[in-house]
């Protein structure tokens, strides 16, 4: 790893894909503390108008996280030292309702790279497909390491 900065704009950093499930959901309002019944009862969410369980808001990070992308190749990609990176933003903008049974895909990109104050700050965007291929989820993140 390097302290130096690279401007990475336009970088792909990869691609993800991942199945949502109605286990994963309820794990993941479970360790959020969540108890709206809509996450673990598929009956309750169907009679609000969802097509099966749907996810909770800040659910994407699992799709990043269990999706494919890994930390320690999106540093090597970036050429961050993880010893020195600290995520300092996190937005997801839903454009369709993401529910259990649908087939996600993504690519995460770098939007800007630049550098303020001795830290370099590296905003990644997202944007998420299902299987029928409708954009259900834009994402904004930016990465900071200090330099």
């Known amino acids: 790893m ?10 792909t ?24 019944p809509l996450y673990y ?16 808001p800040t659910f994407p990070t699992v799709l990043e ?13 970036l050429e961050m030292n993880p010893l020195k990176v600290l995520h300092g933003e996190q937005e997801y903008t839903y454009l369709k309702d993401i529910c259990a049974g649908d087939e996600i895909t993504g690519q995460i990109r770098v939007k800007a ?11 990644l965007e997202g944007e998420f497909v299902n299987q029928q291929m409708e954009v259900v989820l834009l994402s904004k993140s930016v990465v900071i390491e200090r330099m």
Do not use: C, H, Y
Not at 2 to 9: G, M, Q, R, S
Not at 17 to 30: N, P, S, Y
Not at 42 to 55: M, Q, S
């Open 13 to 36: 950093i990869g691609s993800l894909q991942f199945v949502v499930e109605r286990g994963k959901i309820k794990e993941f309002a479970l360790a959020i503390g969540d108890d709206n």
């Open 65 to 77: 996280m269990w999706g494919g992308l890994d930390f320690e190749a999106l540093f090597e990609v």
């Open 2 to 11: 390097t302290n130096k900065a690279v401007n990475k704009v336009g970088v």
């Open 113 to 123: 790279d630049e550098v303020k104050r001795a830290m370099r700050l590296v905003t």
């Open 41 to 56: 009862d598929v009956e309750t969410a169907r009679a609000v108008g969802f097509r099966d369980v749907p996810i909770p």
